[in-house]
């Protein structure tokens, strides 16, 4: 395995050349071959549904509602909070909650464990890891994985379950957890398990994934398929939403149901502490803006609009889990270049080392979604899912 360093270098000069801000020659034949096997995928991406939607491939079915929230692309398009908030609305409304996440950059077994378990003939097959049973937290981020240990913090009446075989780890959370509804994080192209409803988030600020599949562009399968979902969140929106393609997708898609949101930040909390703070803390603060996200800039961007300067600025590659070296350096840094505050954004929060250390305030942003238009049909919606659900128990 290649050191994390060189390995989040080459995902940084990769995400360069793909967005055509790296120039020469090597990026220019570069860009070729991931073209050429983009064209590739594209056949087998499609061949894949085709097998599925002709019930040659069949999905399993679990005899509960099933809603899958996903997108067509990688990269960060704001759905942790979406899938936050469906859970929370279905739990308020007495369903029985289980988040079925495959767990991204969380811990698996050893390879040689597994090397030792073939040789002894025993089977590698191990229970789905619980984030959280519904009513306590019984996993870190290092274990659980960065995002079902966020949900999880933030959702303590909902179980979240994380295995890359999300059939199995439903069919724990029906069996053992009690639950009657079970939410695919990152779903919408997990054909493995059928009679579903789709959620599929599109970003407002590249919802075309630079109109290219893997690995030339950031689409996992073609844009046309955003027809298999039912309700369709376009996110990182503004104010004025996005009506122009909200009526593109309204053509590729005449029957769902389209919101326009956006990630509001809420408050500032502690990293280390339950102390919150008002937005307006935020007004004048000279502030040092630590992520590693997909899109550093959306973070950046609000810390300003909330009158913040920005003395200093670090970015680590999606998903980065911080040393402590990394962190003592970066408060050095920012101390020099004259921060009063050192913030970051609640996914980052989790992987957070301890630090006995803190020489300036370490806050994250709390953020949530705000619907800006289609609230009250993802209400019905909602509504329509939990009415079933009492039908069938009465």
């Not at 995902?11 to 860009?31: K, M, Q």
């Not at 002709?54 to 899938?83: A, D, E, F």
């Not at 960065?146 to 724990?172: C, I």
């Not at 680590?316 to 911080?322: E, L, N, Q, T, V």
Request: charged share 25%; glycine share 8%; aromatic share 8%.
């Amino acid at each position: 395995m290649l050191p994390r360093i060189n390995t989040e270098s080459i995902e940084t000069y990769l995400l360069s050349v793909l967005d055509g801000s790296r120039r020469g020659r090597v990026a220019f034949l570069l860009r070729g071959l991931l073209q050429f096997l983009s064209w590739i995928f594209t056949v087998l991406v499609q061949f894949r549904i085709w097998l599925y939607r002709h019930r040659i491939l069949r999905g399993n079915t679990l005899g509960c509602q099933v809603i899958s929230v996903g997108n067509l692309t990688v990269g960060g398009t704001g759905k942790t909070p979406v899938v936050e908030v469906f859970a929370r609305n279905l739990q308020q409304q007495g369903r029985k909650v289980a988040i079925l996440s495959r767990g991204y950059k969380s811990r698996s077994i050893p390879f040689w464990q597994k090397i030792w378990l073939r040789i002894n003939n025993r089977s590698i097959e191990v229970p789905p890891r619980v984030v959280s049973d519904g009513k306590q937290l019984l996993l870190d981020s290092h274990t659980a994985g960065d995002e079902p240990y966020m949900l999880a913090s933030n959702l303590p009446d909902v179980a979240v379950v994380v295995d890359k075989d999300r059939v199995k780890s439903g069919k724990y959370a029906i069996r053992v957890l009690g639950c009657d509804t079970l939410i695919l994080d990152d779903g919408f192209q997990y054909l493995k398990l059928g009679n579903r409803l789709d959620i599929a988030l599109v970003d407002r600020t590249n919802p075309y994934g630079g109109g290219h599949l893997l690995p030339r562009g950031l689409l996992r399968e073609p844009m046309k398929n955003i027809k298999r979902a039912g309700f369709i969140f376009i996110t990182k929106c503004d104010e004025q939403g996005a009506p122009e393609l909200k009526n593109q997708l309204r053509e590729m898609n005449p029957t769902a149901e389209i919101s326009e949101c956006r990630h509001r930040a809420k408050y500032l909390k502690s990293l280390f502490g339950d102390d919150q703070y008002p937005l307006e803390r935020l007004n004048g603060l000279k502030v040092a803006a630590l992520s590693a996200i997909a899109v550093p800039e959306s973070f950046e961007t609000a810390l300003e609009s909330f009158g913040a300067t920005l003395v200093y600025r670090r970015r680590f590659a999606d998903h980065h889990r911080f040393s402590q070296q990394e962190i003592i350096d970066t408060l050095n840094e920012a101390e020099a270049a004259g921060a009063e505050a050192l913030l970051t954004t609640e996914k980052d929060a989790v992987r957070f080392p301890y630090m006995e250390r803190r020489d300036l305030p370490l806050l994250y942003m709390r953020v949530e979604i705000e619907m800006l238009s289609g609230e009250e049909a993802f209400m019905k919606w909602i509504s329509r899912i939990c009415f079933k659900q009492a039908q069938r128990a009465s």
